[in-house]
């Protein structure tokens, strides 16, 4: 009368299939919460409203970001996320290039010899950093510096 009917074994069959299920679902769940693209994005406004020149440095706890013209996206094991800028005048700047010494702190006038080769290296930056399909990039540290020289007054913005 207490005996295990025959076709028990259809039960721990079934109960470890659904206990392998959940054991791969679980651990596919990440580890870590996704990067703070907002707290980025933030400091970048900041220096973008502030009067020039300003400059800020944020640490990035992400493996891989990407900046664009229209906001920043963060990567790592735990999702991506993305922030957008609250003021467009927001330029992503390339490691190696003029640009990037004056990101960095440099004066506009020591990197070019005129404003308007500045202007120009800034929307050819621009241009680049509109296109739909900017590279991640790796980098520990976002340099946001806004300057303004000549016509131009622009929020440089670099990750080295």
């Known amino acids: 009368m207490f005996d295990a009917p025959v076709d028990v074994w ?11 299920v959940a054991l791969g679902t679980v651990s596919a769940l990440p580890t870590a919460p996704p990067p703070d693209a907002a707290a980025v994005a933030g400091t970048v406004d900041t ?3 502030a009067e020039a020149p ?6 990035l706890l992400a493996d891989e970001v990407r900046v664009t013209t ?3 996206s963060l990567r790592s094991d735990g999702g991506t996320a993305f922030a957008a800028f609250a003021v467009g005048a927001v330029v992503p700047v390339e490691r190696g290039g003029p640009l990037a010494g004056v990101a960095l702190g440099d004066p506009p006038g020591r990197a070019f010899e005129t404003p308007a080769s500045f202007a ?5 930056a621009r241009a680049a950093g509109r296109a739909g399909d900017a590279e991640w ?5 976002l340099h946001a510096r806004h300057v303004s020289w000549g ?9 080295a």
């Open 151 to 159: 016509e131009t007054d622009v929020t440089l913005v670099l990750v």
């Open 70 to 72: 229209r906001g920043v």
């Open 47 to 49: 220096v973008t409203a």
């Open 120 to 124: 120009g290296a800034v929307e050819r």
């Open 10 to 20: 259809y039960a721990w069959l079934g109960l470890a299939v659904a206990g392998a």
């Open 137 to 141: 990039t790796t980098g520990r540290t």
């Open 54 to 59: 300003a400059a800020a440095r944020y640490r």
